[in-house]
């Protein structure tokens, strides 16, 4: 083989064993080898990758059989690490397995790694991580995009062969675009969220990051469905999305929202999804502008849901069960209670969490709460209606992912609400809970790549999937490597 | 100044089902510290709750048997606050969709019908317990009952004196008991009450400021508390002193109430939609059957026995007082119709064995070996003094009445022959009585029917032997 078996994908390589043209022990011999060589460079993963659990895997004849998954840091695996990139979860390590890993386990995977991420899947350029930033494969002075900065950049460096990260407001899409892989966030409820820690419960689902949209279908497959456990999991049968892809795509109607094409946008960006659309329409798709008049008010709304259900899900970690406990005694007229409680509290959380943590008390807090969480909710709702109507006439509809490519390291670090506007494009598709998929569509003048965002009905995976793969067979985006 | 005291209850009942409100763990008690846990009820990161149908369907059935009006659409919510026995420092608790709200419950006190509204019947997870071992700087937490269900069921402050309250609690109990959705038994925690209570001067709309009272463990606790409280309010009223709105604990030890917290130190607890859990609907169908399934309530069920059945008010009151007795009652008139016959028996020689947590049951009292003695004594076969012997044995050793009839040599003698050596005896022994009754005093012959019984060991029929004895008398 001249090829190195880490930079193939699943469905690659499941061909190539079941061919028995390879030695299944290579996979992990070669992600070594790549990993020592780039790892340090990149920093994709939590702390060391654990190649030793490859001896458990490959149940049988499965399709990811001996294939290793990379998971983000905020999805639980039996007595793995899994700490959401925080202090505060320091040594946590769940006595279970999250249903997706239980899944991937099913199908002959095994866990290989933890990817780093922003700290609870706060951020969009994974520098809030309590360990260290991951820097983009494509140029390390550069962010590789957030929160699942970790699982994208170890996709593109190929340090991974697919991996699982969480969108709760683009940070699987987002990353997936400036790291120039394919990151799907399905619709709301077709994932099971059972085992990943929950930053925003109504908003939040794991995905896959991939190298190209056969996995992502692949692995879309094997993690959907009804989990008993969860009891926001859609009881809807899972379809052979592998299967589906290679159907036709013309006379698909394409909608092209005048609200995320503005004046002033990134030139590269706009420059390749015009390029992208007339692609597309080459292959026979049509498109027509649309208007989705209360996308100004996602990124609003989104910060006033997300963080109120942030504030709450993460009182959890008070010191009392698990993860970092602070005894300090700072005010000793003060009980040991409280001095506990705000000692880990003010200790484990980085600055992000914390700013998260009390906007969202705050807004659900008394004589606020109307104003602020229950309007959201409301305007939400409208977000809702506006893709419905869309999607009344339209197939689906085509954005960027990202209003940028990468930034540099730092540029947004101390600017949260410039920070916050890298999910301009992703954030309204968690709010609708519809799906959407970031695929790669160009590469800006420096050398970085710019994603495309296609945004599809309420389990229209197949869809948005089939678009995807219609298009990445004409174009050679994908193929492109960083070079490290 | 004359006051009107203001009574609000919020009484919360532990569901008796077989699982925890929101994972697959035993609803149990009384297990080994931190055994019956889950990563669900441990509230680990990651995991997520997923609701108990029949718990709901629980809740459902108090709402209506409250008189209440049930919601098709319910809601559960997030009540935030942070305490270590609570393993989210969030309780899944319902804020504005409860199951089931306007409903009323009426109460007769001192001879006065009175109806208490119930505001709202609401569903909420229970927490762990702290252990505060002694001497030590530490404290423990013992997560078991964390993520057990819990219905709150609020009252309108509707009542106006502690004798409200407790009868009030009385048959809210009495009616949980008969549904069969709790134990209600207040020393073991699965019943709790909360007293709010208030004065405002006589005529005034204007509620006063509140206190709320806990730690209450029995009834007659929470109307000792109450009345302290009423104390201590007037006494502060009429010192002209405001009235702070507050939490009070109550001192079983030193009968008063105790300050817990301020208003100012009140939580705010955040209240939001909990997004693990979809809005828990209920179909048309559901709840009918719902409706269908309820049983007769104590109320109803003390009309019929009085109006049916010709009990006296008096014992139909003790008869519905417990749904077991009630139904024992029930079961036995299917075999032995007479039902006066039937509540004596229960009311009087049952109940005088029976203790609150033995079923009836475990005592050997079925409605077969219970009709079974009552219509021995009927029938003459025993006398009604070894029919209650009998039953005390019975419930002694739940061996049937016929062996112990035959053991105990128990059978009734009617037999002229062995009755005629007896009397022939008594008469002989008691020359005076003999003489009075001759003289004329009726009284006389009931003292040598004592006797004659007394001279059988109870076995004698007294009927028989008071025919005997007039006829032998007449020869004298």
Redesign the interface.
């Known amino acids: 083989m001249k090829e190195k078996l880490n930079t193939l994908t699943a469905h690659e390589l499941q061909g190539l064993l079941s061919a028995k043209k390879i030695d299944a022990a290579q996979i992990i011999a070669d992600i070594e080898d790549r990993c020592r060589i780039v790892e340090p460079k990149v920093r994709a993963y939590a702390r060391a990758p654990f190649f030793k659990n490859a001896s458990n895997a490959g149940l049988g004849n499965s399709e990811l059989s001996f294939i290793p998954a990379v998971i983000k840091d905020n999805i639980c695996s039996d007595g793995d690490l899994t700490e959401c990139c925080s202090r505060i979860l320091e040594g946590f390590r769940p006595p279970y397995d999250a249903t997706v890993v239980e899944k991937l386990k099913s199908s002959g995977s095994f866990i290989m790694a933890k990817a780093n991420m922003d700290e609870f899947a706060f951020g969009s350029s994974c520098e809030t991580s309590c360990f260290y930033p991951t820097r983009n494969p494509w140029n390390t002075d550069y962010v590789p995009g957030g929160s699942s900065g970790g699982a994208a950049a170890s996709v593109a460096a190929d340090e991974a062969i697919f991996s699982l990260g969480s969108d709760t407001g683009g940070s699987i899409r987002q990353p997936a675009a400036l790291c120039g892989v394919v990151g799907l966030k399905p619709t709301y409820g077709r994932v099971s969220r059972y085992g990943l820690i929950a930053f925003a419960s109504s908003l939040d689902q794991i995905g896959p990051l991939t190298k190209d949209v056969r996995d992502s279908a692949l692995i879309l497959k094997i993690i959907a469905g009804y989990d008993e456990k969860d009891a926001t999991s859609a009881n809807i049968p899972v379809p052979d999305y592998p299967a589906l892809l290679a159907k036709d795509i013309k006379g698909m109607r394409v909608a092209l929202p005048k609200e995320y094409f503005v004046e002033g946008m990134d030139p590269d960006v706009r420059k390749a999804l015009i390029e992208a659309k007339n692609k597309l329409g080459s292959l026979g798709v049509t498109f027509a502008e649309v208007s989705l008049p209360h996308t100004e008010y996602a990124v609003a709304v989104y910060y006033i849901v997300a963080t109120a259900e942030a504030s709450s899900n993460l009182a959890r970690f008070d010191g009392v069960q698990y993860g970092l406990r602070n005894v300090e005694v700072r005010n000793a007229s003060e009980p040991p209670l409280i001095s506990m409680y705000k000692e880990t509290r003010g200790k484990g959380f980085g600055a992000e969490a914390k700013r998260r943590i009390i906007l969202g008390t705050y807004v659900l807090s008394s004589g606020y709460y109307d104003a602020y969480y229950l309007r959201a909710s409301k305007v939400r709702a409208l977000i809702k209606e506006d893709f419905d109507k869309v999607f009344k006439d339209f197939d689906m509809i085509l954005t960027p992912t990202s209003p940028t490519p990468a930034f540099k390291l730092g540029e947004k670090a101390n600017d949260p609400l410039n920070m916050y506007l890298s999910d301009i494009y992703t954030i309204s598709a968690n709010l609708a809970g519809i799906p959407a998929i970031s695929l790669p569509c160009g590469m800006t003048k420096n050398g970085l790549p710019i994603g495309m965002q296609i945004l599809g009905k309420p389990f229209g995976e197949q869809d948005i999937l089939r678009l995807a793969y219609h298009y990445e067979q004409n174009t050679a985006w994908h193929k492109n490597k960083p070079s490290l | 100044m004359t006051y009107e005291v203001v009574i609000g209850l919020e009484v919360h009942v532990q569901l008796k089902t077989k699982t925890k409100a929101f994972c697959g763990c035993v609803n149990e008690f009384g297990l080994k510290e931190n055994t019956n846990t889950c ?1 669900v009820c ?10 108990n149908e029949k718990a709901c369907k629980m809740s459902v059935k108090v709402g209506l048997a409250l008189g209440c009006e049930p919601r098709q659409s319910v809601k559960f919510d ?1 009540k ?1 606050y ?1 305490y ?1 026995d609570l ?4 309780q899944i608790s319902q804020y504005d969709m409860p199951f089931a709200e306007n409903g009323s419950l009426d109460i007769l006190v001192n001879g006065v019908n009175k109806k208490i509204r119930i505001k709202r019947v609401h569903l909420e997870e229970d927490a762990g317990k702290l252990i505060h071992p002694e001497g030590a700087s530490f404290s423990l ?1 013992d997560f078991n009952r964390a993520g057990t269900p819990l219905l709150e069921i609020v009252s309108e402050p509707d009542m106006h004196s502690p004798d409200d309250a407790y009868q009030y609690l009385t048959d809210l109990k009495l009616i949980l008991q008969y549904l069969g959705v709790s134990d209600c038994d207040m020393e073991k925690g699965s019943l709790r009450c909360d007293a709010n209570i208030s004065l405002r001067p006589a005529g005034q709309v204007k509620l006063g400021t509140k206190a709320e009272l806990k730690n209450m463990n029995s009834f007659k606790a929470v109307k000792a508390a109450l009345a302290y409280e009423i104390k201590r309010q007037k006494a502060a009223l009429e010192n002209k002193e405001v009235i702070a709105q507050e939490t009070r604990l109550w001192d079983e030890k030193k009968e008063e109430t105790f300050i817990m917290r301020s208003k100012e130190e009140a939580h ?1 607890y ?3 939609p909990e ?4 809005l828990f609907e209920l179909s048309a169908e559901e709840l009918r059957d719902i409706r269908d399934s309820l049983p007769e309530l104590p109320k109803e069920r003390f009309k019929r026995f009085v109006s049916v059945l010709q009990i006296s008010e008096k014992d139909a009151v003790v008869l519905v007082s417990s749904r077991e007795l009630a139904d024992l009652f029930e079961a036995c008139l299917e075999i032995y119709k007479e039902p006066k016959k039937i509540a004596n028996w229960l009311i009087g020689p049952v109940l005088s064995h029976t203790s609150s947590n033995v079923s009836f049951e475990a005592m050997h009292l079925t409605p077969e070996s219970l009709t079974k003695v009552i219509s021995l004594v009927e029938d003459g076969t025993v006398s009604n003094l070894a029919g209650k012997s009998i039953l005390a044995e019975m419930i002694e050793t739940g061996k049937p009445a016929q062996d112990i009839i035959r053991e105990k040599n128990l059978a009734q003698v009617s037999d002229s022959c062995e009755l005629g050596s007896v009397i022939d005896k008594v008469i002989a022994n008691n020359k005076r009585s003999v003489d009075d009754y001759l003289a004329g005093k009726e009284n006389a012959l009931m003292f040598l029917v004592g006797q004659v019984m007394r001279s059988s060991s109870g076995k004698a029929n007294p009927k028989v032997a008071k025919e005997m004895l007039t006829e032998r008398l007449k020869k004298c």
């Open positions: 990563p441990l509230g680990l990161p990651g995991s997520l709750p997923v609701l997030r935030n942070f270590p393993p989210k420092n969030f937490v705010d955040r209240y939001f997004p693990d859990l979809p």
